[in-house]
């Protein structure tokens, strides 16, 4: 990468979203991602937006579609899903028993 590059709109976003990820993954408080984004948005170079993440880690390509955390949070949700769904059966039947 050459970093003297004048860093494009598409450069700015894909910093902007990776901060956050590292914002949601509990790396950067809410004050930091702040200072970081603005700091995206008046960068000039691909060098300036490399600077803003270069004490962080790689973080996987979330288009992967080898996600496990996607799986995992869509297994929850259905969990969840399929424990209130049951809940309202049970009370459904209670309601009918006792009337």
Known sequence: MDVELRASDDDRNR???ELHRHTTAGRLTL???SDRAGAVWTARTLGDLA?????L??????????DESVGHGR????MVF??????????GGFIAVTR
């Open 51 to 55: 600077a803003l993440t270069r004490d």
């Open 15 to 17: 910093v902007v979203a």
């Open 75 to 78: 297994r929850e949700l259905l």
């Open 31 to 33: 004050d930091e991602f």
């Open 82 to 91: 399929a424990a209130a769904a049951l809940t309202l059966l049970l009370l």
């Open 57 to 66: 880690p790689a973080l996987p390509d979330p288009t992967t579609d080898g």
